[in-house]
Structure formats: structure tokens, C-alpha cells
């Protein structure tokens, strides 16, 4: 009988074992499920990974530049938008926003943000087992049931939009330059300077879940408060043996720029110069430095890091605004204004990207695959064996194929929403597939100087073939079997499109209302809403 229980139990362990792959009860024999560290960078230029331009090094970027090395670099990888709100809800979401209802950009007294029908890659994690936490810019929301804890995430700390929304005591680099929290008088929300920049009557809040712990915050201690509690999350998830996704969108390349200074500098020194800008790259490098650092010490065989932007530098901040490196849209800059940020050229929506995963992801290749921030919810769904909620239609795609087998195959049709330039908000109105990319309708956005270009319409769409003209300088003729073939696959493509979403009952619309009362105010009794919690 002995002898029976003891077969019994080794064809248990020898089933086990031939299940692996599976999840089970087999105890120590299930597989790990990955964990998942996604790190968005505001407002950075393509040309701002010294990677993407060897020939230009400045070793701004010596960490990313590590990392491009022992990873993957993605040369041809979008932003969802070119703006900030849209870009984080599609790479959340998985969808375009003319699906997931976030076309631009939410407000300080907005009352609502992503729509509460929308189900997210943290909320879908969560429910498998992961802890999940974000650090840094939200931009979706902070009233009530729309903040990052009501979400999918079980920690945030973070600022609930962007920098230049809110004063601070001692200001960043901006242009023009920011004026220090107005706290001479009563309490008056949601005044900007007379100068336009930063808002001078509301304190730019630091949020930790769902409560302000300091108002106005000290930007130029925020990265190491980010460093600490993303280096705390990582090493504790990783004792309690629980798989984590770490969701840091990072503001640093977003004006008002706070890079480190030294102990004595006065604040007269704080005014905008050349040297912001890559003092606040090289931080940003270094913060992202310490977080693979962490992530290599407790459980790197099963990390995915993977860097990428939210959207192009911002041209209008002149010295304070990143590389676009060759991607400079000279068709639209020709004829007048920037052709980066809230635009559909090249410079407003190609970021530098690098996925990270040793043992997994091929160390030091590159990848040209046509690919997106959308892709960004299949593909760690896919990789942590999790399935999409099936009522609602996803534009993204599974890139774990590219990411761990090497291969070249991305979107076949891959669109661009405008995001503030020309057109309405959210409209597909820029595509790409293969090596063409068609314009439906241009504009630009403010260039350094003030400068902008007018709104034009094109039919027929303008085509570049973006294999020989990268800056977008010379149309395809019309005339041309080459024109003749794109268009009518685009246009055939971009139909279909547009029926499907018409045709989607899963479409959702955010609410776009303001009140001044959903503005985050720590202390409504003070000057700017000043308080401070922290320990």
C-alpha cells in the first residue's frame, strides 16, 4: 500500500512538472507570472535618446543608452497622440480615442476624465494577482471615481496633470518664465500670469492615492520622492513573491523644468538657459538608472522594463524642448509653425522606445516594426495570460512576437488623431502603412517664436514615402502608379475604420464639463491652497 501512495505521488510531481506552462496547483512548480515596469516620458524628442543618434552623442543618456544595449530599441514606435490626455488613455486602453472617448486634454477643474465605461491594463492585472502602482503625471482625472486608485491601482503618488498647471514656491524653467505662487491675498483659482505659463492662484499638488500630501510641491525634490517609493514598491512586491506592474509616467521633460542644482544656487539662477533641458534629460536618465538597478537586483529574468514618450518635444519652449532629431516635418515648417507636439508629423508622435527583459528580449537589436503605445495593453496582457474583456474593439496590437522573437511585422494601417494643430479633436485624419504616410489634413502647431501655419485641407491626401524623405519635405506626385496604389488602399482602409467605430457600441464619450470647485485644493482657506502633510 506504501508503495501505491508513494507511485501515486511521483506521477503527481511528474504531471506537475509537464505542466509548468499552465497555471496549477502543483505549488512551486507554477510559472512566474512577469512583471511589468512601463516608464512614459512627457514631451521627449525621438532625437533624445542618444541611441537614435550615435553620431550626435551627447551621453545625456547614459542608463537608456545601457539599456537600448542589452534590449531592444523600437525605431518606428508612435505615440497613440501627440498630446498629453489622449496618449495615456489609448496606451491604458488599447484603443483610439475616437473609441475610448479622450480626444484632448483634461483640465485642472475638469469633473471627470477617462470614462468610467473604459476598463484599463491596471484594472485587468489587478484582478489577476498583480500589485499595481503608478508614479508620476495622471492626466485622466483626479475628482472622485475617475483617480488612478479607482482605476487599477493600488498605490499612486503623483501629480493629477501636468507641471505648468499649478505654481510652485520656487519655479522651473519655463518660457515664458513662471512667476512663484501669488500667496498675497485670498484664495483666486485658476489664474494664469499675465504672460500666459503657469497658473499663479492654485498650488500644483502632489497626490498620494487619493489625498493631497503638499500643496504647492517642491519640483525640485519630486524625482527623488519618485525614486524612493518606486525602489520601495519593487523590492517589497518582490519579497512578498507577488507579480507587479509599476506604471511611472515622468514629467520631467514637461515644463516647468526643475533639474538638479547645487546646494547653493540662489533662485535668480533658476531662470530658463540652454543647459535645462539636458540637466533635466540626464535626471530623468538617472531615476530611470535606478529603477532597472532595482529591478536587476530582485527579479530581472522576469522583468519587462519598456521606455517610451507620450508624445514630441514642444517646440514653442524653444531652448526647453527636445529633438526631433530627423523627423523635422519640413513641409509644414516651410509654410510656417512647429510640426512636433499636438501635430500628426513625424516629430509629434515618434518616440524613442527601448524595451528591456533579460534572457527574454535579444540584447542590443533593433526593431523597424510599425508599432504603437496601444500596442503597449495586449502585449502584457498577452504576456501575463490575461484576456481582454471581449465586448469592446481594441486597436492595438500583440507585439510580443516583436519583442521577444525579432520579427519585422507591426500595423498593417496605423493612425494618427490630430491632437490640437488642425481638425477636430480625435479625427483620423493622418495614416501610415508600410513605408507611406497620408495626410487628409495639415497644421502646425506654435514653433519657437511664435510662429504657426494655417489649417489646410488635402484632397487628395498628401503622401510622403517616409523610407527616402524621413523630414516630410516632398509629397509623392499624384500622378504616379506609386500615389495611385497607396491612396486607394488608405482610403479603402480608413473607411473601414471609420464604420467600425461608427458601428462600435463600446464607444464611450469622456465629460469634457469644468467646475472650479473639482480643482484639487488641499486647504480652500488658504492662499493657493497651501498645505503640507508629509512626514
Not at 21 to 30: I, T
Not at 379 to 388: E, I, N, Q, R
Not at 500 to 506: G, H, R, Y
Not at 512 to 522: E, F, G, L, Q, R
Request: with cysteine; net charge negative; charged share 20%.
Amino acid at each position: 500500500m506504501a508503495e501505491v501512495s508513494t507511485l501515486l505521488f511521483l506521477s503527481g510531481m511528474l504531471l506537475c512538472g509537464l505542466l509548468l506552462h499552465k497555471v496549477s496547483k502543483c505549488g512551486a512548480g507554477v510559472d512566474k507570472k512577469p512583471n511589468f515596469i512601463i516608464i512614459l516620458a512627457d514631451d521627449i524628442g525621438w532625437g533624445d535618446l542618444d541611441a537614435n543618434q550615435p553620431e550626435g552623442k551627447t551621453n545625456n543618456t547614459p542608463y537608456l543608452n545601457l539599456m537600448a544595449q542589452q534590449g531592444l530599441r523600437l525605431t518606428d514606435f508612435h505615440s497613440p497622440a501627440s498630446t498629453c490626455s489622449p496618449s495615456r488613455a489609448a496606451l491604458l486602453t488599447g484603443r483610439y480615442g475616437l473609441r475610448n472617448g479622450v480626444t484632448h486634454n483634461f483640465a485642472v477643474d475638469s469633473v471627470a476624465g477617462l470614462p468610467l465605461s473604459e476598463v484599463t491594463l491596471p484594472l485587468l492585472l489587478q484582478r489577476a494577482g498583480y500589485y499595481t502602482a503608478m508614479i508620476g503625471k495622471w492626466h485622466l482625472g483626479h475628482h472622485g471615481p475617475y483617480s488612478p486608485t479607482n482605476r487599477g491601482f493600488d498605490y499612486y503618488l503623483g501629480v493629477p496633470y501636468s507641471n505648468d498647471m499649478g505654481c510652485t514656491d520656487i519655479p522651473g524653467y519655463d518660457l515664458p518664465e513662471c512667476l512663484p505662487c501669488d500667496s498675497s491675498g485670498p484664495l483666486i483659482r485658476l489664474k494664469r500670469s499675465a504672460h500666459g505659463g503657469c497658473y499663479t492662484n492654485v498650488g500644483l499638488p502632489l497626490m498620494e492615492n487619493s489625498s493631497i500630501v503638499e500643496q504647492p510641491l517642491d519640483l525640485w525634490t519630486l524625482t527623488e520622492q519618485y525614486k524612493s517609493a518606486a525602489l520601495r514598491i519593487i523590492h517589497n512586491a518582490s519579497k512578498r513573491g507577488q507579480p507587479y506592474l509599476v506604471y511611472m509616467a515622468l514629467a520631467h521633460m514637461h515644463v516647468p523644468l526643475a533639474p538638479p542644482l547645487s546646494p547653493d544656487a540662489s533662485t535668480s539662477a533658476r531662470a530658463p538657459n540652454n543647459g535645462a533641458y539636458a540637466a533635466s534629460l540626464s535626471e530623468m536618465d538617472s531615476l530611470v538608472g535606478a529603477v532597472k538597478m532595482a529591478s536587476d537586483d530582485t527579479d530581472k529574468d522576469n522583468t519587462l522594463i519598456w521606455f517610451t514618450g507620450d508624445n514630441g518635444p514642444w517646440e514653442q519652449k524653444c531652448q526647453l524642448a527636445g529633438s526631433v532629431g530627423p523627423f523635422t516635418g519640413k513641409w509644414q515648417t516651410s509654410k510656417g509653425g512647429g510640426s512636433a507636439k499636438r501635430t500628426t508629423w513625424e516629430g509629434g508622435h515618434r518616440v524613442p522606445t527601448v524595451a528591456y527583459w533579460p534572457g527574454k528580449i535579444p540584447a542590443n537589436t533593433t526593431s523597424s516594426a510599425l508599432l504603437s503605445g496601444m500596442d503597449i495593453f495586449p502585449t502584457l496582457l498577452s504576456l501575463a495570460g490575461v484576456t481582454a474583456p471581449s465586448d469592446r474593439r481594441y486597436d492595438g496590437i500583440d507585439a510580443t512576437n516583436t519583442l521577444l522573437h525579432g520579427e519585422q511585422m507591426g500595423h498593417e494601417f496605423l493612425f494618427h488623431p490630430n491632437s490640437g494643430a488642425a481638425g477636430k479633436f480625435g479625427d483620423l485624419q493622418a495614416v501610415r502603412t508600410g513605408k507611406h504616410k497620408a495626410f487628409y489634413i495639415t497644421g502646425a502647431a506654435e514653433a519657437c517664436g511664435g510662429a504657426t501655419g494655417m489649417e489646410q485641407l488635402h484632397d487628395p491626401p498628401l503622401i510622403f514615402d517616409l523610407e527616402r524623405d524621413e523630414g516630410e519635405e516632398t509629397p509623392v506626385e499624384v500622378e504616379t502608379p506609386e500615389y495611385q496604389a497607396v491612396a486607394e488602399r488608405i482610403a479603402r482602409r480608413r473607411e473601414e475604420l471609420l464604420w467600425d467605430i461608427a458601428a462600435d457600441k463600446s464607444v464611450s464619450t469622456a465629460d469634457y464639463i469644468t467646475d472650479k470647485s473639482a480643482a484639487p485644493c488641499c486647504d480652500p482657506t488658504e492662499p493657493v491652497c497651501r498645505c503640507r502633510t508629509l512626514g
